[in-house]
């Protein structure tokens, strides 16, 4: 059974790659308007802006105004992608060294906490609330479990074939739900890099004081 789910969390791993890789492939198709205006700038320096100091909570007026969400966005986030590559690992029957699994369980920790706050916020605060869809709780509810099971498997291999069951449905539920955004935002990032690097927009010029 424990076999078969392995090589189930791999194919559903693929196939949601597939899907979602696809899903960019496509948008090569949609057409370019033909640019008439001369580049202003750089688009490489607007990417690596995008992809580098663009990130930075000083570099964005929300999250400059929201660090303790935009800090538990990013543990978060490191929570789902080192669960990810954990169970990934498993399904491969690959043993991780000693050394990653106490970060691992720190990272996982924190990202099934900062998950858990992130959803009592939602919940909490009224106008997040009013612009949440039903997508927005089951996928934060969804990653919670999954990073929390995977934190659980650290010290108790038992629940192992439920972590299995649950990574599973988490991979083929990514392409559908809002949960593919963690694949996207790259993408998104260059494409926005791109843009506006060549308008001269990005990086912003220095600020006189």
Same mark, same amino acid.
């Given at each position: 059974?424990?076999?078969?789910?392995?090589?189930?969390?791999?194919?559903?791993?693929?196939?949601?790659?597939?899907?979602?890789?696809?899903?960019?492939?496509?948008?090569?198709?949609?057409?370019?308007?033909?640019? &008439?205006?001369?580049?202003?700038?750089?688009?490489?320096?607007?990417?690596?802006?995008?992809?580098?100091?663009?990130?930075?909570?000083?570099?964005?007026?929300?999250?400059?105004?929201?660090?303790?969400?935009?800090?538990?966005?990013?543990?978060?986030?490191?929570?789902?992608?080192?669960?990810?590559?954990?169970?990934?690992?498993?399904?491969?029957?690959?043993?991780?060294?000693?050394?990653?699994?106490?970060?691992?369980?720190?990272?996982?920790?924190?990202?099934?906490?900062?998950?858990?706050?992130?959803?009592?916020?939602?919940?909490?605060?009224?106008?997040?609330?009013?612009?949440?869809?039903?997508?927005? &709780?089951?996928?934060?509810?969804?990653?919670?479990?999954?990073?929390?099971?995977?934190?659980?498997?650290?010290?108790?291999?038992?629940?192992?074939?439920?972590?299995?069951?649950?990574?599973?449905?988490?991979? &083929?539920?990514?392409?559908?739900?809002?949960?593919?955004?963690?694949?996207?935002?790259?993408?998104?990032?260059?494409?926005?890099?791109? &843009?506006?690097?060549?308008?001269?927009?990005?990086?912003?010029?220095?600020?006189?004081?």
């Amino acid at each position: 059974m424990k076999t078969v789910l392995q090589y189930g969390v791999i194919l559903s791993f693929l196939i949601s790659l597939m899907i979602l890789s696809i899903e960019v492939v496509k948008t090569f198709f949609f057409g370019h308007k033909k640019k &008439f205006a001369e580049a202003g700038g750089s688009n490489k320096r607007g990417i690596i802006y995008a992809l580098g100091r663009g990130m930075m909570p000083w570099e964005k007026e929300s999250a400059k105004k929201h660090l303790p969400t935009y800090t538990a966005g990013i543990f978060y986030h490191l929570g789902i992608f080192f669960g990810i590559f954990y169970v990934l690992c498993l399904a491969l029957s690959v043993n991780l060294p000693p050394v990653l699994i106490f970060p691992g369980r720190v990272l996982l920790a924190v990202g099934a906490l900062s998950g858990f706050v992130l959803l009592i916020k939602r919940m909490a605060v009224f106008y997040m609330r009013k612009i949440s869809c039903p997508d927005d &709780f089951a996928s934060n509810i969804f990653v919670d479990l999954f990073i929390l099971t995977a934190l659980i498997n650290t010290f108790w291999t038992d629940i192992r074939i439920f972590f299995y069951i649950l990574a599973i449905f988490l991979f &083929f539920y990514m392409p559908v739900g809002k949960i593919r955004h963690c694949f996207f935002f790259f993408y998104i990032r260059i494409l926005f890099g791109f &843009f506006y690097g060549r308008r001269g927009v990005l990086p912003p010029a220095p600020r006189i004081t």
